[in-house]
């Protein structure tokens, strides 16, 4: 058995637990916020056997895995129409750092 | 050393720390949530050393393992009488993940 | 790589966190609390290199180690004055707990 630790960002982590829950795999959601500048991400726990944790990393990786978005921005209410950008901004988002930590026992009791 | 980490419900938390501080242990509770289904677990962080680990797992055992209880149901308010269930129903609670994690160091400061 | 969790006071929390990102650690912070009469704590989680953990143990001792303060108490509103200590008082703050945690793998995705 591993402990799959992943931190994650928010927004990502109901498509992650639903895809895993969809894989057959159990997790545990803890609260959790960034050290510096990063609010808002989660901490995912996921119990799995040695020969599945490659399975696991793909889920994680297919549902959270760094990527640029196009942004639409809104129309400025009462700002400076000088400074509104009327064109979609590409933003970075998600983003996981996965810890695989050896267990010496697993039970459910 | 040895670090526990076990995920248990929400109900069975307090008389499991009542139990860990009565026999000498040190824990901390981290809020987490179930990936599906499952709402308010709590998990559970226990640093001890390896000739207690299974002093642990009993008293975790102990305290939350997966059982059955019966419900007494409160009665229909404005509800269809003929759907309520006058005796106690049986419910499953309870029950316990739980992972033994080797420690390479371990520090009081 | 390893995994450095620490429970820590809750008012350490701030100046541990700024410590670690000035000197590039990354790390994330979990709600947790104590499993008895000890209120508000948190716990971080640290990835870190082999040969970088010491440097960690280093900051976490620097910015969180168990050490007397002295608290100016506040003076009774209403109350017996009988009681009232008129000069600071000498608590107990801080304090570390601190696990090393060996890891199979790391990824960032
Ligand atoms: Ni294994
Ligand atoms: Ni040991
Ligand atoms: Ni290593």
């Known amino acids: 058995m591993k402990l799959v630790i992943a931190v994650i960002q928010d927004s990502d982590s109901t498509k992650l637990l639903n895809a895993l829950v ?33 399975t696991v990393l793909d889920i994680i990786k297919g549902e959270c895995q760094n990527r640029n978005q196009f942004i639409s921005p809104v129309s400025p209410m009462g700002g400076n129409a000088d400074s509104y950008i009327p064109y979609p901004v590409e933003v970075e988002v998600g983003g996981a750092t996965v810890f695989v930590l050896p267990i010496d026992q697993f039970h459910q009791f």
């Open 22 to 54: 969809e894989k057959g795999f159990r997790s545990t959601k803890l609260s959790s916020s960034g050290g510096f500048l990063k609010s808002g991400n989660t901490t995912i726990m996921i119990g799995t056997e040695d020969e599945k944790v490659q």
